[in-house]
């Protein structure tokens, strides 16, 4: 049976290991976007991984979701990264930088632009915004002459996170951020070529990695999706026609991998596993969901043919998951109240496992 800790070749890369640090978003970044030197801890503290996925990066002043985080949008912030990059490699890793859009999923408190999406319907729920959490306001509706441009502004990013250092990218294509959104039965409520039937809402996302692969090249880009997923109020009412045929346009990109979270039946994903020909990332577990991928979640999907798996919130408090995966040490529990609150109490504070007499 294969093993998390068996090497695999994942595009141009080379991993130790099948374990991905998921991507989390840490609201840690500078004033502009800018990452800093206590990211380039963090990130080179857990470079055992097989591969990192970076948090959340904006392409684009539009495409910010949450104050604080990172952007790759100016040539300041592919400055700041360099450095991120290089501790990472330095201890051996290797890093690809998520782009997510946020799309509808944001405000103008944090970002001056009134948020953009598909269509003219608000996200469920409140967003995060310098003043702390207000309800998601209505966005504007692309003009349709105006998604292309959104669709490029992944690629753009891209070459800025490659020029950065890093080793690919992870379009976001999850969790009800842009590409979600217009992939929704719900949120994507257009009649021109970017809405209603299934070939028309996969466009975007298809247009958006297509770009972005060839800008950088397929086998540094990734795409992360979220089948069935709730977030932020979307709705997938058509799973089993508008995934297949998503997988069958991306896969003649001949990408890294696609990375599937488990936010929908088994039934499904095993469906989808084999729909694709290429490199299988999988979550085993909803993000922020009651349960973390742990070692037996970990082996159950590798055994049905995953072949990453996606580990995050347990990455948080354990920098050296992958040791203590392979030895069966404890995970040390993490303090939820860190995720968001800046600085570097519950960012840099967890250590190593120490062993006792």
Avoid at 133 to 139: D, N, R, W
Avoid at 277 to 294: D, F, R, S
Avoid at 324 to 329: A, E, F, K, Q, V
């Amino acid at each position: 049976m294969t093993s998390l800790f068996d090497r695999y070749e994942a595009g141009d890369l080379i991993l130790p290991n099948r374990v991905v640090m998921a991507p989390m978003t840490r609201v840690r970044a500078a004033a502009g976007g800018l990452a800093t030197p206590s990211m380039a801890t963090y990130y080179a503290q857990r470079a055992t991984a097989g591969l990192i996925v970076s948090e959340g990066v904006q392409p684009s002043p539009a495409g910010q979701s949450n104050p604080g985080t990172p952007g790759l949008h100016t040539d300041e912030q592919v400055a700041s990264w360099r450095p991120v990059t290089a501790a990472v490699h330095a201890n051996g890793g290797r890093i690809f930088a998520q782009i997510m859009h946020g799309g509808r999923v944001s405000h103008p408190d944090t970002t001056g632009l009134r948020p953009v999406g598909p269509s003219a319907v608000p996200a469920a729920g409140e967003v995060f915004t310098p003043s702390g959490p207000q309800p998601a306001p209505v966005p504007r509706a692309l003009e349709t002459a105006e998604v292309p441009e959104h669709a490029r502004s992944y690629a753009e990013a891209a070459r800025r996170a490659v020029d950065a250092g890093f080793d690919g990218v992870e379009l976001h294509g999850a969790n009800g951020y842009l590409i979600s959104q217009f992939l929704s039965s719900n949120a994507n409520l257009r009649t021109d070529r970017y809405g209603g039937s299934v070939a028309n809402r996969i466009r975007f996302a298809v247009e958006a990695t297509a770009a972005t692969a060839d800008a950088v090249g397929g086998a540094r880009t990734g795409i992360r999706l979220s089948p069935g997923g709730t977030f932020w109020g979307v709705e997938e009412n058509d799973v089993l026609e508008l995934y297949p045929a998503l997988l069958r346009e991306l896969s003649r990109l001949e990408l890294a991998y696609v990375h599937l979270e488990a936010t929908v039946d088994e039934d499904v994903l095993l469906e989808l596993r084999r729909l694709w020909p290429g490199t299988l990332v999988v979550n085993p577990t909803v993000p922020m969901g009651p349960k973390q991928t742990g070692r037996a979640e970990a082996d159950h999907w590798l055994g049905l043919g995953a072949d990453l798996i996606g580990f995050g919130r347990a990455f948080i408090a354990n920098p050296d998951l992958v040791e203590r995966l392979r030895t069966g040490l404890p995970l040390a529990p993490v303090d939820e109240a860190t995720y968001y609150q800046g600085g570097d109490t519950g960012y840099l504070t967890y250590g190593a496992y120490q062993h006792t007499a």
